[in-house]
């Protein structure tokens, strides 16, 4: 399998691991490690005495051969997103920021004018841009031609488990965009994370659906398996779909028929 | 000893007269892991921490990496 290439970046793996809502550090530690990503993201939030286990840094530092992605989920606003962007990189080290701008707690869905503000500004400033969009064609194809090393679309909410609703939008996005399409939020069974490498995919993005399982490393190995599946069937040729049965035994010649 | 009040992470809080942006971390309880430093609204870089001294009134904020999606 050749290799996803983010900005100058290069990874074999095609999932990409959210770190929220584990129940334990330590199941998140075994979920990624189980994996096998190399590209896990993570949220800038206020240092809490009284919570050290919600600092990621250091187990995730134990890690070997993962690179972080620090989203910016929380800003409402480009401005916000960029600020919280760049004290990311500084904690980090590393290029790569999730843009995620979604004012509204209750649908969460991302705000496309500040997200293309924010990658607009963080193109500028060196970063290794990967903005969390609505599945919009018309909105990836502009974050493309600023600069991004990706556009990630959302199968549906965050954290709603309703799958891959956005499909279509989504192999449109496919079908116009010269970099990587990758989806993020909402999906809830590895079949759907095989789906869409099947469609096109360069990568999925998941979270809740291995944070939330009963077993969250063995799910995370399942995800990790789907997605080469899926990556393996598109590049082995799926079948056309045909309207019609297509027989595979000789409708002919059968016993004793003459014909 | 004098202290000066300041905001830390949206609390107010006595520190040391005197203190530096060095010092926050200790301040605030973190361990020896990495954290970002805010202090009214502008990132104080690690090696610049040490020559930042803290005044009555400034909002810092200690920052981590907290599990997210």
């Not at chain 1, 972080?68 to 997103?81: F, R």
């Not at chain 1, 990790?224 to 045909?242: H, I």
């Not at chain 2, 610049?48 to 009555?56: F, K, P, W, Y």
Request: aromatic content about 4%.
């Amino acid at each position: 399998m050749d290799s996803l290439q983010l900005g100058s970046y290069t990874f074999s793996s095609r999932l990409i691991l959210g770190t929220g809502k584990f129940s334990s550090t330590k199941a998140m530690v075994e979920a990624i490690k189980a994996s096998g990503t190399q590209l896990v993201t993570v949220a800038l939030r206020r240092f809490n005495r009284d919570r050290m286990e919600d600092d990621l840094f250091g187990p995730l530092s134990e890690i070997g051969g993962i690179t972080l992605m620090p989203n910016t989920s929380g800003a409402a606003t480009a401005i916000e997103a960029v600020r919280a962007a760049h004290i990311s990189r500084d904690l980090s080290g590393s290029p790569f920021v999730k843009v995620e701008i979604h004012p509204n707690p209750h649908h969460l869905m991302p705000d496309p004018i500040e997200t293309w503000e924010a990658c607009r500004i963080l193109v500028r400033d060196g970063f290794i841009v990967m903005p969390y969009i609505p599945a919009d064609p018309v909105l990836a194809r502009r974050l493309e031609d600023i600069g991004c090393a990706s556009v990630m679309p959302l199968g549906s909410a965050i954290g709603s488990g309703q799958g891959l609703s956005t499909a279509e939008m989504v192999r449109i996005i496919i079908r116009d965009s010269a970099i990587p399409v990758i989806v993020d939020a909402g999906l809830r069974s590895p079949s759907e994370a095989c789906a869409s490498m099947e469609m096109g995919c360069s990568a999925v993005l998941v979270n809740s659906a291995v944070a939330v399982a009963g077993d969250p490393a063995a799910m995370a190995s399942a995800f990790a398996r789907a997605v080469e599946a899926g990556l393996q069937a598109r590049r082995a040729g799926l079948m056309p779909r045909s309207g019609m049965a297509v027989a595979t035994s000789p409708l002919t010649s059968f016993l004793g028929r003459s014909s | 000893m004098a202290t000066i009040p300041i905001i830390l992470n949206g609390e107010r809080s006595e520190i040391p007269s005197g203190s530096s942006a060095a010092d926050i971390p200790l301040l605030a309880g973190v361990g020896n892991q990495p954290v970002a430093i805010v202090v009214n609204g502008v990132v104080v870089h690690p090696l610049d921490r040490s020559s930042l001294i803290l005044s009555e009134h400034d909002e810092v904020e200690v920052l981590v990496f907290a599990g997210g999606g």
